[in-house]
């Protein structure tokens, strides 16, 4: 189709609404039209490139095994309430939607699909020779978010690829688990972006552990810690730090010492001449300044 057949306009100036370059960028180039607060509609332009990073995604996800379908927006409340997480989500968190249909039954529109996707396992699943099993899905989640930002990267509506898998010991959850690294780093890799995977807080939905693979770019809202060699990374909310080496002390005993315009460790350590993490040997405690 011609340009000129399209449907297809830019914009001369920024949204007054747009905070970063990517958000100002998709609507001023005809991508994306805002419908309400979190809420856009893909233009045909924006939809292509959609279609294109969701074949990425399945490519990446077949090689690894998995299986791909697509699960029920509307969700029973009783299946969240069974797994004790509808509280959590309607009123801890706040960020499902909720509602009644006409029978007077609680529904809700998923934020994500743990309890449909364990529900179907429980059906479906008879015997470990079944296992393991992995299933994904590209499909909308709706979370109602308190402040909606930075155009699609936080939004009340949005389209996610998420997987489950159900494994018979620990041993193949943890083949799994590392297929699932390789997948999701090919997949960033050939979408051409700068990422790191870093130890992360695993929130309402739960798990012995979590790890989030994090776009390096100056927009954002989530700080992330991480070492040069690539050995370390986590975001803020997970990460712990350890103390260098301990230097020796020069002082031999304790001792109190004026420190006349020392306001902070720094030029403590600057007058005394010593180091922050000194060790008193003698002692055998640290000297804590």
Same mark, same amino acid.
């Given at each position: 189709?011609?340009? &000129?057949?399209?449907?297809?306009?830019?914009?001369?100036?920024?949204?007054?609404?747009?905070?970063?370059?990517?958000?100002?960028?998709?609507?001023?180039?005809?991508?994306?039209?805002? @419908?309400? /607060?979190?809420?856009?509609?893909?233009?045909?332009?924006?939809?292509?490139?959609?279609?294109?990073?969701?074949? @990425?995604?399945?490519?990446?996800?077949?090689?690894?095994?998995?299986?791909?379908?697509?699960?029920?927006?509307?969700?029973?409340?009783?299946?969240?309430?069974?797994?004790?997480?509808?509280?959590?989500?309607?009123?801890?968190?706040?960020?499902?939607?909720?509602?009644?249909?006409?029978?007077?039954?609680?529904?809700?529109?998923?934020?994500?699909?743990?309890?449909?996707?364990?529900? @179907?396992?429980?059906?479906?699943?008879?015997?470990?020779?079944?296992?393991?099993?992995?299933?994904?899905?590209?499909?909308?989640?709706?979370?109602?978010?308190?402040?909606?930002?930075?155009?699609?990267?936080?939004?009340?509506?949005? @389209?996610?690829?998420?997987?489950? /898998?159900?494994?018979?010991?620990?041993?193949s959850l943890e083949k799994t688990y590392q297929d699932m690294h390789i997948a999701y780093s090919n997949i960033l890799r050939r979408s051409g972006l700068a990422f790191r995977a870093v130890q992360a807080d695993s929130g309402a939905i739960?798990? /012995?552990?979590?790890?989030?693979?994090?776009?390096?770019?100056?927009?954002?809202?989530?700080?992330?810690?991480?070492?040069?060699?690539?050995?370390?990374?986590?975001?803020?909310?997970?990460?712990?730090?350890?103390?260098?080496?301990?230097?020796? &002390?020069?002082?031999?005993?304790?001792?109190?010492?004026?420190?006349?315009? /020392?306001?902070?460790?720094?030029?403590? *350590?600057?007058?005394?001449?010593?180091?922050?993490? &000194? &060790? *008193?040997?003698? *002692?055998?405690?640290?000297?804590?300044?």
């Amino acid at each position: 189709m011609r340009l &000129s057949q399209m449907l297809f306009l830019t914009l001369r100036d920024d949204p007054a609404d747009a905070e970063i370059p990517s958000h100002k960028l998709l609507l001023r180039a005809g991508y994306i039209r805002r @419908i309400g /607060s979190g809420v856009y509609a893909y233009l045909p332009l924006m939809w292509r490139v959609l279609q294109k990073v969701s074949q @990425i995604v399945r490519e990446e996800m077949n090689a690894a095994g998995g299986q791909e379908c697509l699960l029920p927006q509307l969700q029973p409340a009783e299946l969240w309430k069974e797994s004790g997480r509808w509280d959590t989500y309607t009123k801890a968190e706040g960020i499902m939607f909720a509602l009644k249909d006409r029978r007077d039954q609680e529904q809700a529109l998923g934020p994500t699909h743990e309890e449909v996707i364990t529900t @179907i396992a429980r059906d479906m699943i008879r015997s470990y020779r079944q296992l393991p099993q992995l299933l994904y899905q590209i499909q909308t989640k709706f979370r109602d978010e308190i402040r909606p930002r930075f155009g699609l990267m936080r939004g009340r509506e949005f @389209i996610m690829k998420d997987a489950y /898998s159900f494994n018979v010991d620990e041993e193949s959850l943890e083949k799994t688990y590392q297929d699932m690294h390789i997948a999701y780093s090919n997949i960033l890799r050939r979408s051409g972006l700068a990422f790191r995977a870093v130890q992360a807080d695993s929130g309402a939905i739960g798990g /012995s552990a979590s790890q989030e693979f994090m776009v390096l770019a100056e927009a954002g809202e989530d700080e992330v810690l991480y070492t040069e060699d690539g050995q370390y990374a986590a975001n803020v909310e997970k990460a712990v730090s350890l103390p260098p080496d301990a230097q020796p &002390s020069a002082f031999t005993n304790y001792e109190k010492r004026e420190t006349p315009g /020392s306001q902070t460790i720094e030029k403590v *350590c600057e007058f005394l001449k010593m180091f922050p993490h &000194s &060790s *008193c040997e003698k *002692c055998s405690l640290p000297n804590n300044i």
